[in-house]
Every structure is written in C-alpha cells, then in structure tokens.
Nanobody, 117 residues
Framework: QVQFVESGGGLVQPGGSLRLSCAAS????????MAWFRQSPGKQRELVAE???????NYADSVKGRFTISRDNAKNTVYLQMNSLKPEDTAVYYC???????????WGQGTQVTVSS
C-alpha cells in the first residue's frame, strides 16, 4: 500500500486559483499512474484528472481547460493546478494511484477546497 498526504486547499473566490500537492510514500512512485479525485457533500467521489507514468494526462470534462495535473517523480509528488475556479469545484480533493480510473490504495485525509465569494 502507498500512503498519500494532500495539501494546498483553502478558501478562494470564484475565478481564483489554487495549487494542490500530494506526497506519496514508497520507492516506485515513477511507475505509478496517478490521479486526483474529489468528493462533494452528498455526491460520489469522482475522478478529476489523471497522469500516467509516462506523463500522458486526461481530465474530466468539467475541469478540462482549467485544471492541469503534473508530477515530479524525484519528489514523489503529484500536483493539481486549478485555475478559473467555480463554486461547483468545492469539494475535498484526494490523490491516489489509479488503474482505469479506479483508485488502488486507501485514501488519505484529502484537502478541502472551497470556492465562494
């Protein structure tokens, strides 16, 4: 099992930006496909963005053009740059290893993102 520590969330006004970070444990981070997920109250957790071990990225339609996922294998860290934030982006954001859009490990504590004026 790999463990994750997410950070970087906070309260931001609509149109603002945040950069989330996720530090992963273990020695083989570079071979994992990674993803960011989010969960809003009363809703199922959903995949937001994914990045393969080779750097190929994919995004949910709701965030395409606004969010950018990246990774630094030397730091065992995956990032999510979020721009032009909307109130509907409010959620707890989590990272995880993924395969076919399915998370493979236990969830970390997540980081809360609140978009509100």
């Amino acid at each position: 099992q790999v463990q994750f520590v997410e950070s970087g969330g906070g309260l931001v006004q609509p149109g603002g930006s945040l950069r989330l970070s996720c530090a992963a444990s273990g020695s083989f981070f570079g071979i994992y496909d990674m993803a960011w997920f989010r969960q809003s109250p009363g809703k199922q957790r959903e995949l937001v963005a994914e990045i393969s071990s080779g750097g190929r990225t994919n995004y949910a339609d709701s965030v395409k053009g606004r969010f950018t996922i990246s990774r630094d294998n030397a730091k065992n860290t995956v990032y999510l740059q979020m721009n032009s934030l909307k109130p509907e982006d409010t959620a707890v954001y989590y990272c995880n290893r993924e395969l076919g859009g399915v998370a493979l490990d236990y969830w970390g504590q997540g980081t809360q993102v609140t978009v509100s004026s």
